[in-house]
């Protein structure tokens, strides 16, 4: 099965395991996935100002680029996949955008929004099957417990997203089942890491991402994991408790025993 | 979309949302993660636009605290959806010329060795033109 792949910017250079290991994850589950030529960073965050045009177009190109491959659109971080997905929103809702783009980019084919977005969790739960995705473990992680960490952009806005329920989320800890691991739910695992805050204040993001390592701590997590590159980052950095932090792609690959390969 | 003079109405307009749907229950700044940072917080966004009371607003380093996490969005029961008076606030701001929050000459001494590209062009949407 053929699918458009959008890694986006911070694949390329600090969260290149988030993407290579699930290069080798979709190779082993038999999903090929198809880099998008020239695609363009999203931006990372979506601006919820409806007369913010001209910083959406990237999303626009990609999702057009991939209409005219006739493939869904496959997304892994977690603000790429937020961006994506609600620019795709606008092009079919906001008239005044879908007109301003027409006329900017003037395709031969206009696009309106007919690309579908998937995230590659929701590619390994809708397409593949978390079942069928449990009798291709060959290393189960033999009851771990590990907590998910949605953060924002996963989830919300929920009637964009559509990915899963906003507030009681199980893609993820169905995942880790799949796996063989253990889910811990922990009431801050929708909660926000602090995010792009870290750049200009840091205390504030040390606040935030220490909340939810506390959170997941004293529910027993053994692991956090997670689908974007910036709440890793500010658990890993800013988070004042000592348990590991990694992508989800990389517990995929070690059970689908492909870790080590390249 | 047309251009007007008046603030009030390019405000409402920019953010696409009713601060008249308001039902003041508070709840967006009782779930804003970064509500106790903030001067104005997201329920006072709502109702000091529909006053029309915007230069306030402007001039407060509330606009640049909104995480863009979306939980006022998601759980605001009115559809109100606080963070995008934010927003439109927020693009208010630095559309004007010389107002941008974050300049590229300031970046080299944030940065640490992992901080992850999406950090930085996050941060340049939200704060600079």
């Known amino acids: 099965m053929k699918f458009s792949y959008y890694p986006g910017c911070t694949l390329k250079t600090k969260a290149k395991e988030l993407d290579k290991y699930a290069r080798l994850s979709a190779e082993a589950l038999g999903i090929d996935l198809v880099e998008l030529e020239n695609w363009q960073c999203c931006g990372g965050a979506y601006s919820m100002a409806k007369d913010e045009i001209a910083s959406k177009l990237s999303s626009v190109r990609a999702l057009a680029a991939a209409k005219e491959k006739g493939q869904d659109l496959v997304t892994l971080c977690s603000a790429c996949h937020n961006v994506l997905k609600q620019v795709n929103n606008d092009m079919t809702t906001n008239e005044d955008m879908i007109n301003r783009v027409h006329n900017y980019m003037k395709d031969e084919e206009p696009y309106n929004g007919e690309t579908k977005v998937i995230h590659f969790l929701e590619l390994l739960r809708d397409v593949v099957g978390f079942d069928k995705l449990k009798e291709k473990v060959v290393n189960p992680l033999g009851g771990k417990k590990v907590a998910a960490y949605y953060g924002c952009l996963l989830l919300r806005p929920s009637k964009i997203m559509a990915m899963d329920n906003p507030e009681n989320p199980t893609i993820i800890e169905d995942f880790i089942r799949a796996i063989g691991g253990e889910p811990v739910v922990y009431p801050y695992r929708n909660e926000c890491c602090g995010g792009y805050i870290a750049l200009e204040d840091k205390n504030n993001a040390i606040k935030k991402s220490t909340l939810v390592m506390e959170s997941a701590e004293k529910n027993g997590a053994e692991e956090i994991i997670t689908a974007c590159p910036l709440c890793l980052y500010n658990l890993n950095k800013n988070g004042a408790v000592e348990l590991p932090v990694k992508y989800f792609t990389e517990l995929l690959a070690e059970a689908l025993g492909v870790k080590g390969e390249n | ?129």
Do not use: W
Not at chain 2, 14 to 26: E, F, N, T
Not at chain 2, 82 to 100: H, L, T, Y
Not at chain 2, 108 to 118: F, I, K, V, Y
């Open chain 2, 1 to 129: 979309m047309s251009f007007s003079n008046n603030l009030k109405e390019n405000v409402i307009r920019s953010a696409g949302v009713d601060p008249k749907k308001c039902m003041k229950c508070g709840k967006c700044t009782a779930t804003c993660p970064n509500g106790n940072e903030m001067e104005y917080k997201p329920h006072q966004f709502v109702y000091m636009v529909e006053k029309g009371d915007i230069e306030p607003l402007m001039n407060t380093d509330s606009i640049y605290k909104c995480l863009s996490c979306f939980a006022c969005v998601e759980r605001c029961p009115r559809g109100v959806e606080p963070a995008k008076f934010i927003e439109a606030v927020r693009v208010a701001k630095i559309r004007k010329q010389g107002e941008n929050h974050l300049k590229a000459d300031m970046i080299p001494d944030l940065l640490d060795e992992d901080l992850p590209q999406q950090a930085i062009v996050t941060a340049f949407r939200k704060y600079s033109k």
